[in-house]
């Protein structure tokens, strides 16, 4: 499947290297992103996203230092208008349902599939 080419600029945090090359290859290979940047945990998260100011991140939940709802919620504050897609375990999508109501703006769930995040992270960048 491939999208429009979009210049996006793209974050990627997850504290699992190889999460982030599986998304990174997402990204890639559907053309959803010009620039993709990685943190590996929440304190990096919103640095990185202060730096770089990212169109789209896509946020791990369960990291250390500081989790993706924490994450969220500190990059929400610096940027209410932020497009964070939240990616979670099937076990923790209460947690969503917070990062929702914190301003997340769609959320898959792992194991996943690529299609199904390349039309996500398409959906999220294409909203106001």
Known sequence: MMFARNSAKALIVDDAAFMRVVLKDIFVQNGLAAEVYEAGDGVMAVEAYKKYKPDIVT???????????????????F???????M???????HIVQDAMKYGARDYVVKPFEKSRVGIVINKVLRSG
């Open 59 to 77: 946020m791990d939940v369960n990291m250390p230092k500081a989790d993706g709802v924490a994450a969220l919620k500190a990059i929400m504050q």
């Open 79 to 85: 940027d209410p208008k932020a497009k964070v897609v």
């Open 87 to 93: 990616v979670t375990s099937l076990e923790q999508k």
